[in-house]
C-alpha cells in the first residue's frame, strides 16, 4: 500500500519522501564524472598520432601491457572499453530519467528556458540532446573497442577511419561528445558547489569560461588529429590491413 500511495503522490504514508532519486542522481554524477575524465584521457590518447605513427604504436602497446609482459595484450584494452561501456550505459539509463518524454514536457522545458534565457538550462538542453546522439554513435565506438581490440594502431586505426568510412561517425561523435562532456563536467561543478564556494558567482563565471575553453581545445585536439588519420589512412589504402612496424623492429629485421 506505502508503495501504491507513493506511486500517486510522490510521498510515503507517513509523509515522507523516498531518498531513492537522491541515490540515483549521485550515481549519474558520479559515472559522469568518471566518464567525463575518461572521454579527456582518451582524447589525448588518440591525439598521440599528432606526435607521429611511431609515438602513437608506443602508446597503444603500453595500453596492451608492455611494461609488465612479454607480449602485449590487446584482450586488455577489450576489458578496459567494456568497464567503460557498462558505466556508459549505467549513466544513460541514470539520465532519461529527467528526460523529457512527452510532447507536453518537452514544449514546457522549451517555452521556459526560452522566457527564463539562462544559458545553464539552454546547456542542459544540450546535454540531453548530445546524450541522445551518444547513446547510438557512443555505443558503436565502444562495442568496436570491446569486439575488435587488436585493431587500434596507425595504420589500423587510420584505415578503419578512412577505408571503412567510420570518419563520417566520429565526425560526429566528437563534437557530441566534446559537448556532452565538457558541458556535463561544468554543470558539475555548478551542482555540488566544487571550486565555487567562496565567491559562487566569480566561481560560475570562471568555471564557464574554462568550460568553453575546453570545448574549444579538445575539438581542435580531436579534429586534427581526425584529420591526421584520414590522410595516413588514405596513403596506406594500397597497403589496408598492413599494421604499422616499428622502427626497432623494422631495424632488427622483425615484424608486428
Given at each position: 500500500m506505502s508503495d501504491l500511495i507513493e506511486g500517486y503522490l510522490g510521498k510515503r504514508d507517513d509523509g515522507t519522501k523516498s531518498r531513492m532519486p537522491a541515490v540515483l542522481d549521485r550515481w549519474q554524477s558520479i559515472t559522469g564524472l568518471i566518464l567525463g575524465l575518461f572521454i579527456i584521457g582518451h582524447m589525448f590518447f588518440t591525439s598521440s598520432i599528432l606526435l607521429g605513427k611511431e609515438a602513437m604504436?608506443?602508446?597503444t602497446k603500453l595500453f596492451e601491457g608492455s611494461l609488465f609482459l612479454k607480449e602485449p595484450e590487446p584482450l586488455l584494452v577489450g576489458i578496459a572499453a567494456s568497464i567503460i561501456f557498462i558505466i556508459f550505459i549505467i549513466h544513460a539509463g541514470l539520465?532519461?530519467?529527467?528526460?523529457?518524454?512527452?510532447?507536453?514536457e518537452y514544449k514546457m522545458l522549451k517555452t521556459h528556458s526560452a522566457h527564463l534565457g539562462h544559458l545553464d538550462t539552454t546547456l542542459w538542453m544540450v546535454q540531453a540532446a548530445t546524450g541522445f546522439a551518444m547513446f547510438f554513435l557512443g555505443s558503436a565506438h565502444l562495442w568496436m573497442m570491446?569486439?575488435?581490440?587488436?585493431?587500434?594502431?596507425?595504420?589500423?586505426?587510420?584505415?578503419?577511419?578512412?577505408?571503412d568510412n567510420f570518419g563520417f561517425l566520429y565526425a560526429l561523435l566528437i563534437a557530441m561528445v566534446v559537448l556532452h562532456a565538457m558541458v556535463g563536467l561544468y554543470r558539475l561543478t555548478m551542482k555540488w558547489g566544487f571550486t565555487v564556494r567562496k565567491d559562487p558567482r566569480a566561481g560560475r563565471r570562471r568555471n564557464k569560461a574554462l568550460m568553453w575553453g575546453a570545448i574549444v581545445f579538445f575539438s581542435l585536439l580531436a579534429y586534427s588529429a581526425l584529420g591526421t588519420y584520414w590522410e595516413i589512412g588514405k596513403a596506406h589504402q594500397p597497403d589496408y590491413g598492413k599494421r604499422y612496424i616499428p622502427q626497432s623492429?623494422?631495424?632488427?629485421?622483425?615484424?608486428?
Open positions: 604504436y608506443t602508446e539520465a532519461m530519467r529527467k528526460f523529457p518524454y512527452k510532447y507536453r570491446v569486439a575488435e581490440p587488436e585493431k587500434i594502431g596507425p595504420y589500423a586505426s587510420a584505415d578503419r577511419i578512412y577505408t623492429q623494422i631495424s632488427a629485421g622483425g615484424e608486428q
